[in-house]
């Protein structure tokens, strides 16, 4: 399977724990893409990276949260103190949008981690 | 206002009949528009792009462009169950480097 793949698909945690979920892009593409979900919105950007550098956050994305993408591979998006809000489908979308055109480009997505905060 | 607007439905259709789906968007600057089918409990996925005034046509599928009156809209035709989902409306703003979404619209085609 060569489409972005996202894990864990499914995590329950209690409040106040951190946690930690993994995206692997499709691998020709250099740029990828945190969304946040909830029922019955649409997916709502909270930060990009081009590589390894994360080059926009959203104002959505708290201090609680940190995302990195060394070596420009694999991206991980870390969720300290979780709190009952936090509970989403969490998105890792990837592009193949040449390196300096505004274009985003089509996004493809992965198949989401639910993460349930209780 | 919200960046990019849809009417969340649900629009209900019958078999075989046209559903048109309607979004509207506040940044002028756009430049690309992204119409992205969405079934419960999956990620969305792409169904069509458009980046000029006017219609592009795709199979059973329709984008409509008017960036004076900033409206984009998607059409199809003989519609089935299948198609019942969620259409995500997404546009490439030029102040932030990703797509930004609406909140979709559920359509329901009745067999």
């Known amino acids: 399977d060569t489409g972005v793949s996202q894990d864990p698909r499914h995590k329950i945690t209690k409040r106040g724990q951190n946690v930690t979920f993994r995206c692997d892009p499709i691998s020709e593409h250099n740029r990828l893409y945190w969304y946040r979900q909830t029922l019955g919105q649409g997916p709502e950007f909270l930060t990009y990276?081009?590589?390894?550098?994360?080059?926009?956050k959203s104002r959505l994305l708290s201090d609680r949260f940190s995302a990195e993408r060394p070596k420009g591979s694999f991206s991980t998006l870390e969720i300290q103190r979780t709190e009952q809000g936090d509970s989403a489908m969490y998105l890792c979308?990837?592009?193949?949008?040449?390196?300096?055109?505004?274009?985003?480009?089509?996004?493809?997505f992965g198949e989401g981690s639910r993460l349930t905060v209780l | 206002q919200k960046e990019v607007e849809q009417n969340s439905g649900p629009l209900s259709v019958p078999e075989g009949a046209i559903a048109s789906l309607n979004c509207t968007y506040s940044?002028?600057?756009?430049?690309?528009f992204f119409w992205y089918r969405q079934y419960s409990g999956k990620s969305p996925e792409l169904i069509m792009f458009i980046y000029s005034n006017g219609d592009k046509e795709d199979g059973r599928f329709t984008a409509q462009l008017n960036k004076a009156s900033q409206y984009v809209s998607l059409l199809i035709r003989d519609s089935q169950p299948s198609d019942s989902a969620t259409y995500l409306c997404?546009?490439?703003?030029?102040?932030?480097?990703?797509?930004?979404f609406g909140s979709g619209t559920r359509l329901q085609v009745q067999p």
């Open positions: 990276f081009q590589n390894e550098a994360q080059l926009e």
């Open positions: 997404a546009v490439n703003s030029q102040f932030v480097r990703a797509l930004t």
């Open positions: 979308a990837s592009s193949s949008g040449l390196a300096g055109l505004a274009n985003t480009g089509e996004l493809f």
């Open positions: 940044d002028r600057g756009s430049q690309s």
